[in-house]
């Protein structure tokens, strides 16, 4: 299985920006789909964004769209999450995982690697 670490993510005044990194172990990375999702306490896990093995197809929940933008290295086995203008509801664990879906999806069940996660939290 692939090997996931985020990283970047930190505590911002709301209206500012952070980037996060997913870094990937694995020669066959470029082959998966990665998606973005979050969790914030006491809530359920949700989707965020994904993007396709070759980054020509994206999707993104409706709360972020517009303000965040995924996208990937394949040289690097690197996806990032840019965010910006962050709002306190964007405050929440940020998971990046993968799927070997041929079509992208936004179902954490067709997600098989997680990372451990990384805090963002946006201050009001």
């Known amino acids: 299985q692939v090997q996931l670490v985020e990283s970047g993510g930190g505590l911002v005044q709301a209206g500012g920006s952070l980037r996060l990194s997913c870094r990937a172990s694995?020669?066959?990375?470029?082959?998966?789909?990665v998606g973005w999702f979050r969790q914030a306490p006491g809530k359920e896990r949700e989707f965020v964004a994904v993007?396709?093995?070759?980054?020509?197809?994206?999707r993104y929940v409706d709360s972020v769209k517009g303000r965040f933008t995924i996208s990937r290295d394949n040289a690097k086995n690197t996806v990032y999450l840019q965010m910006n203008s962050l709002k306190p509801e964007d405050t929440a664990v940020y998971y990046c995982?993968?799927?070997?879906?041929?079509?992208?999806?936004?179902?954490?069940?067709?997600?098989?690697?997680w990372g451990q996660g990384t805090q963002v939290t946006v201050s009001s």
């Open positions: 694995g020669r066959t990375f470029s082959s998966y789909t």
């Open positions: 995982a993968t799927s070997r879906r041929v079509l992208i999806s936004i179902d954490a069940t067709d997600f098989g690697s």
């Open positions: 993007i396709s093995w070759s980054g020509g197809n994206t």
